[in-house]
Structures are given as structure tokens and as C-alpha cells.
């Protein structure tokens, strides 16, 4: 029943491929020459609808069609001739199977390849911007606007958020490496990228959610694209203050520039709600996590005398503690050498 | 052959020639042709492929060898090299302050996959591969900056070391950033080489700081 069932499978491809073959008269000339490079201009025309698609379809069939054959006569030969199987029909077998197997891998590749390709095009239009746009949105969002009455424009783009979260990272990382932040259990490089991209994504999503209580007319783009434009005072700060350590000149900044950034996202985001408290629960906790975060990046990393804990705890340290201290610049160097000395003779 | 009936051949025409078409390059031996050659010609053709790499890389000239037949052998021989020289700073359990093996590749890799996704999201023109392999490539200046710099380092580790690996890197990170956008900014609309250029810059600039403050223990 097997061979009669493929015998008959391979009749009705075999009419269908004749029926196709009508159509595709010029193409069959080519296929049959085994993958010829040579395409005969004038056939093109009569098949000018043909894709690759089409091309690969036809393959198939074509394929199918002479795998049925060949099966029935590799299956004649094998009854016929019991020890030439080895050669002829193994190796037939063999190569059709080989050939099968490429173009489903080679199919599955390409499919792959495509969703892939989607989805990068799903985030193109957010990156449409030009140099001169970016520079404005920097300038921009430390100028806190006054028209709270009217909801403010938010450019929906993710160039310019991205690349400030970079460049805190970067920022962040030349601070932990000068106030030689030492960390057990984790990496320097992860924890900066954490940090930064944790609080981005983090309190977006946060936000975006209280806005969503409080009927917020924002989007979450938006909301991704404004918190990012506000990190520009954070990165501006931290540069500033990781290089020149001086607390009150950190302090006027924090209520400075960070005051500046966080003013202008609370007026966009006033602009955009309706209501008393909604407004003072969206603006309150957004205005206190984005200071207090500028807090966290400075204290966190600031210069630090890792060297009398380390020295005098031992190896009863906990992981990643690091304690900030508040000593002034002028004596830093004296009190690192006499807790060296102090270190050296216990 | 239904279709063929339709066909008319004029009488003038003359039907001669060669009937078999060469297909040689299909042919099944070709394809097995270079498995047959000893091994040493095909490591020194690979190798001499990434040697001409190394070349356009440290004369960067507008030439087009660096995309057209790309590879990732040079990157990931200059990466595994940059990231091994990067370990030995922290030989001691306690002291964690140097980048690990795995860190040092990681930022390497997903660097240069974010930097060539970002120039295909502004529009650019290159493809995936070819850009990793120019962001690879343009490692080279760093990995001989890092050579330098532990060389220096044996010498002693006082102020004017610190002075000699200050310049020796800076000069590197700028040639690196100068090649890479020697290479990757023609294929990006003429407007928007800055918003492509700046990422690359912030790439190097964190591996040239990973290489700056590498103090062996």
C-alpha cells in the first residue's frame, strides 16, 4: 500500500508540476540543467511575475517530485539487487537528504534573519533625529517651562536618552575608579551599567504606571524619552563634582542643576494632568526619586577611605559595603598614610 | 515543453555554438578543493588576510578591504589578547578592583552590537558583520597602548609613568576613534556622522580608561 499511495502522490504532483509547467514553460529549461547560472533573458520576460519565492516553490515540487521517482526505483533496486544497495541507493538517499536538510536550514536561517531584521525596524522611527534637534532637546531640558495650562510637546525619540544613560555609565565608572570604589561580589562595570539602566527603565515603567492612575496623558516613549533628557543635570553634576571634590560646590549643584532638570519633568508632566493630588503624587514622587538618585550616585561613589575598614575588619567584612565618610579634601592624603602605618604595625 | 511550440527560430539565425554551458563553479570537486590543501596554507591565508587588516587599520586610508571581505578572527585575537592583559590586576580574592576576563569581552562585544545597531537604526548603510568587524579591528591601537602601558608598569609605577601611559593612551584612543570613523561614517547620511561618531567615541573611551587605570597588584 506504501509504494502504491507514493506511486499515486507522485502522479498528482507530477500533473500539477505539468500544469505549473505550462505556465512556467521557460523556467523548467533552466531548472532542468541542475542550478545553471545562465538565465535566458528572453524566458524572463514571459514569466515576469516570477520571485524567488516562486523560484524556490518550483524548486520544491520539482525536488519532491523526483525524490517520489527515485524512492520507487531506489525501491525496486533494493528489492532487485540486495547487495549493490550500499552504493547506489545510499548514496542517492544520502545526497537528497543532504540537499533536503540545507534548504530547511537555509530557509529556517533566513526566516530568522527576517524576524530579526522586523524588529530592528519596529525601533527606527524613534532614532530619526538630526544633531542639531538633539542638541536642542539638551538645552532644553534643563529650562523649566512656564505654560503649565497647555500639555507640552515631548518628542517621542531614543537616540538622545540612550546616550546620556551611556555616558553616566562612562561618567560613573571614572568616579568609582577614582575614589577606588572596591566591590566584592560584582563587577565595577556591571554595577555601573546596572545603576543606570535600572533606574532609567525603572522608574519609567514606575511612573508611566502612577500616570496611568492619575490620568496622565503620556506615553511611554514619552515617558522613557523625558526621564532620559532629565539625567542630562545628573551627568553634567556628576562630571563637575567627581573631579572636584568640594561638598558644597555638590550641594549647589544638586539644588542647582539637578533642581533645574527636575522642575522642567515636573512642569511637562503638571501640564499633562488634571486634578490637585494626582498631580501632587505624580510630581512629588518623581521630583524625590530623581534627586535623591543624584544623592545616591554621589555619596555612593564619593572618595572613600576603604583602607582603615579593610585593614582593621578583616575578613569579617560583609559583602559590597563600602561607607562613606565625610573628610575634607586637605587631609585625605595625611590620614591614608598614618592609617597605612597604623595598618602595618598592628 | 508545451511552451516551445510557440517558438519560431528565423531562418537567418545561425543555431551553433557550444551547447554545454560551463557551470564549473557548481561542480561538486570544487567545492572540496580546499579541504585538500595542507593546513599551513590555510592558517597563513587567514592569517595574511588579518595582517592586511592590521595595516589598513594603523594607515587608515579610504580603502574599501576592511568591508569588503570581513572576519572577526582579528577582533577576537585582539579582544581575548586586551582582555588577558587586563586580568593580572587582581591576583588576590579580596582585591576585586581589576575587570575580569569576562567582563573586559563582554563590554567589547555588546559595545560594538549596540554601536552597529545604533548606526543601522540613524539609517547607515553597512551591514551587521561588517561593521563589528571594523569596530574590532579599530581595537588594535588600544591593545598596543595596553602593551605599552604594562611594559611601562615593570619599569616602576611613580607620576611620570602615569604621565608616559596618560599620553600613550590618549594618542592611541584617538587614532582608534579616528580610524573606526575613517571607515564607518561614509555609509551614514552626510548630517548624521556626529550622532554616529559619539557612541564610538564613548566605546573607546571606556576600554582606553579600563586601560588607564590597570594597576597590576
Known amino acids: 500500500a506504501g ?114 531584521y522586523a524588529n530592528i525596524d519596529i525601533l527606527r522611527p524613534y532614532f530619526d533625529v538630526e544633531p542639531v534637534q538633539v542638541r536642542a532637546r539638551l538645552l532644553e531640558s534643563m529650562i523649566p517651562v512656564k505654560m503649565i495650562h497647555f500639555p507640552q510637546k515631548i518628542a517621542g525619540e531614543l537616540y538622545g536618552p540612550l546616550m546620556l544613560v551611556f555616558t553616566l555609565v562612562a561618567i560613573l565608572l571614572h568616579g568609582m575608579k577614582t575614589s577606588d570604589t572596591i566591590i566584592r561580589e560584582g563587577t565595577l562595570m556591571g554595577t555601573a551599567i546596572g545603576t543606570c539602566f535600572g533606574y532609567w527603565l525603572g522608574v519609567s515603567s514606575f511612573i508611566y504606571f502612577l500616570a496611568y492612575l492619575c490620568n496622565t496623558q503620556i ?65 512629588g514622587t518623581l521630583a524625590a526619586l530623581h534627586m535623591l538618585f543624584l544623592l545616591y550616585l554621589h555619596f555612593a561613589y564619593h572618595k572613600v577611605v576603604e583602607g582603615i575598614l579593610d585593614t582593621l575588619e578583616g575578613p569579617n567584612m560583609p559583602p559590597f559595603q563600602r561607607v562613606a565618610r565625610d573628610i575634607p579634601v586637605v587631609s585625605n592624603a595625611v590620614l591614608n598614610t598614618t592609617a597605612k602605618a597604623i595598618a602595618l604595625t598592628l | 515543453f508545451a511552451g516551445l511550440a510557440d517558438v519560431s527560430i528565423s531562418e537567418d539565425i545561425p543555431v551553433e555554438g557550444e551547447i554545454t554551458i560551463p557551470v564549473g563553479s557548481r561542480s ?40 569588503r571581505d570581513w572576519d572577526l578572527w582579528g577582533p577576537l585575537v585582539l579582544c581575548v589578547s586586551l582582555a588577558l592583559m587586563l586580568q593580572g590586576g587582581s591576583a588576590d580574592s579580596k582585591d576585586d578592583g581589576g575587570p575580569q576576563f569576562a567582563e573586559v569581552f563582554v563590554i567589547i562585544w555588546f559595545g560594538a552590537v549596540v554601536i552597529t545597531l545604533n548606526s543601522k537604526l540613524l539609517g547607515g548603510t553597512i551591514s551587521f558583520f561588517q561593521s563589528l568587524c571594523v569596530l574590532g579591528y579599530c581595537v588594535l591601537p588600544l591593545t598596543v597602548a595596553m602593551l605599552v602601558c604594562r611594559l611601562v608598569l615593570l619599569a616602576g609605577s611613580g607620576t611620570i609613568s602615569f604621565i608616559i601611559r596618560l599620553i600613550v593612551v590618549v594618542a592611541m584612543f584617538g587614532w582608534s576613534t579616528l580610524a573606526s570613523t575613517a571607515f564607518l561614517a561614509d555609509s551614514q547620511p552626510p548630517n548624521r556622522k556626529a550622532l554616529v561618531v559619539y557612541p564610538i567615541f564613548l566605546f573607546y573611551f571606556v576600554i582606553s580608561w579600563m586601560i588607564l587605570t590597570f594597576t597590576p597588584q
Open chain 1, 219 to 283: 506615553t511611554m516613549v514619552q515617558m522613557l524619552s523625558l526621564l532620559g533628557y532629565g539625567l542630562f543635570g545628573h551627568c553634567i553634576t556628576l562630571f563637575v563634582t567627581y573631579n572636584i571634590h568640594f561638598h558644597s560646590l555638590f550641594y549647589i549643584c544638586w539644588l542647582g542643576v539637578g533642581g533645574l532638570s527636575t522642575l522642567r519633568m515636573v512642569a511637562v508632566l503638571v501640564s499633562r494632568t488634571v486634578g490637585h493630588t494626582q498631580r501632587l503624587v505624580l510630581c
Open chain 2, 28 to 67: 561538486p570537486d570544487e567545492d572540496f578543493s580546499t579541504l585538500d590543501e595542507p593546513v599551513r596554507d590555510t592558517i597563513m591565508r587567514d592569517l595574511k588576510a588579518v595582517g592586511k587588516k592590521f595595516v589598513h587599520v594603523m594607515y587608515p586610508k579610504k580603502s574599501s578591504a576592511l568591508l
Open chain 1, 3 to 116: 509504494p502504491g499511495t507514493m506511486a499515486a502522490a507522485g502522479a498528482a504532483s507530477g500533473g500539477r508540476t505539468g500544469g505549473a509547467a505550462a505556465d512556467w514553460g521557460g523556467f523548467e529549461d533552466n531548472m532542468q540543467g541542475g542550478g545553471s547560472a545562465v538565465i535566458d533573458m528572453e524566458n524572463m520576460d514571459d514569466t515576469s511575475g516570477s520571485s524567488f519565492e516562486d523560484m524556490g516553490e518550483m524548486h520544491q515540487r520539482m525536488k519532491e517530485e523526483e525524490e517520489e521517482e527515485a524512492e520507487g526505483e531506489a525501491g525496486a533496486a533494493e528489492e532487485e539487487d540486495g547487495e549493490f544497495l550500499g552504493m547506489k541507493g545510499l548514496r542517492g538517499q544520502l545526497g537528497r537528504q543532504v540537499a533536503d536538510q540545507m534548504w530547511q536550514v537555509g530557509k529556517r536561517q533566513a526566516s530568522r534573519a527576517f524576524s530579526l
